[in-house]
Each structure stands twice: as structure tokens, then as C-alpha cells.
């Protein structure tokens, strides 16, 4: 695994403090939350999972392993914050409930994200991943899809600015494979657009 994420938003030592839903909480308050004014790649995930608090490394188990694999990156490129912010709709982990996680705490986004996300101005593709990020968003408005299978289908005409995919879990294998023209359409053109922001990245890199 990639070294722990840095940040150089002052704003997010801040919202590492955060002890709003404490209560509600399993553990200890740890949000997760990675993100630089020079990311161009936005990840809006759904919160935290149990090994991402154990380590304070967002994406750090096989759901990771496998998102980064749809974006056709490696771990380096992933956990760079001048590239990928990584903007959760809850910052810590929600504990289990009876089919996988629980869902992210609502007040994370409510909080939080009309603070977080203005910073961001060199964001040239988000990415919502998994429903709850795709329900609380006006992604869900914008695709015209009523579930999130139509939302990820709607791909094509929400890039190049955004795009929404399916959690990464194992648990959706099923989903993989009742819907094939998701990896034989979706992940193509979701990671020939990372290719291109990336390097767009490099290229600023080297006139900075």
C-alpha cells in the first residue's frame, strides 16, 4: 500500500477535527478526506470502510484495489493528491449493519462539501461511486436515471465532466455480470478519460 495520503488544503485540518456525529459513531472520529487546489480527478465514494479506519487510508482494501483498477491507475498515481481528491458523501467509517456497511452519515456532505468542494477549481472529472453517492447528488438529475444502473449507463453523455460507477465490492460481482456492457463500454471510456486528464496533469507539471 501507498504511503498515507498529505493534503495542502488548510481547510482540511479542519475537517479532521470534526466531531459532529460522534455519537453515532462505532470508534473514534478519523475522517478521511484527501484533496489539493491542483487535483483534477474527484472521487465521491459513500464512507470509509472498517480497514480504510484501521490504517487512515481511503480505499485501502479490495474495493480499492479494484476502483483503481477501473481507472486504469496504480496506487502512486491514485493516492497523489496534486491528481485524485478523494471526497467521500461520510468521512469515517459508519459500522456494520446487516448486509455490509452501514450507510455514510448524512452529515458529512451537509457539512462539509459545499465547504470542500468550491476549493477544488481544477477538478476536470468527478467520479461518484456507489449509490449513496449517486442518490445525494445532483448527478441523479443531471443523468436523468431514476437508479443507479441508468446512471452508470448514462456514461457517455455525462463525460467528460462526470460519470458514475457501481461500489467496487466483491458483493457486486452480481451486478458485474448481469450487466456486461458495463465493462465492455463503461471502464473503455471511463479510463481513456483518466488517461487524458492525467496527462494533461503531467504536461502542467512540466511548464509549472
Not at 108 to 121: G, M
Not at 129 to 142: D, H, Q
Not at 146 to 168: F, K, M, W, Y
Request: hydrophobic share 35%; glycine share 6%.
Amino acid at each position: 500500500m501507498s504511503r498515507r495520503p498529505t493534503t495542502s488544503l488548510p481547510l482540511l485540518r479542519e475537517v479532521r477535527r470534526c466531531r459532529v456525529c460522534e455519537l453515532h459513531l462505532p470508534n473514534e472520529p478519523r475522517p478521511l478526506v484527501v484533496a489539493s487546489e491542483s487535483s483534477r480527478v474527484l472521487i465521491i465514494g459513500q464512507a470509509p470502510g472498517r480497514i480504510a479506519h484501521e490504517t487512515g487510508v481511503p480505499w485501502s482494501d479490495k474495493s480499492g484495489e479494484r476502483l483503481r483498477e477501473w481507472l486504469g491507475v496504480t496506487d502512486a498515481q491514485f493516492y497523489d493528491e496534486s491528481l485524485f481528491a478523494i471526497v467521500p458523501m461520510g468521512f469515517c467509517y459508519p459500522g456494520k449493519g446487516k448486509a455490509g456497511d452501514k450507510p455514510p452519515r448524512p452529515e458529512c456532505a451537509t457539512l462539509w462539501h459545499p465547504k470542500i468542494l468550491p476549493t477544488l477549481t481544477r477538478i476536470e472529472l468527478t467520479v461518484y461511486v456507489g449509490r449513496y453517492a449517486f442518490e445525494r447528488s445532483t448527478i441523479r438529475l443531471a443523468a436523468e436515471a431514476e437508479d443507479l444502473t441508468e446512471g452508470v449507463r448514462a456514461a457517455c453523455s455525462l463525460l467528460p465532466r462526470r460519470i458514475v460507477l457501481p461500489h467496487p465490492s466483491p458483493r457486486n460481482r452480481h451486478w458485474i455480470k448481469r450487466n456486461p456492457w458495463f465493462e465492455r463500454d463503461v471502464l473503455p471510456a471511463l479510463r481513456k478519460r483518466i488517461g487524458g486528464v492525467l496527462g494533461t496533469a503531467d504536461k502542467a507539471r512540466a511548464l509549472a
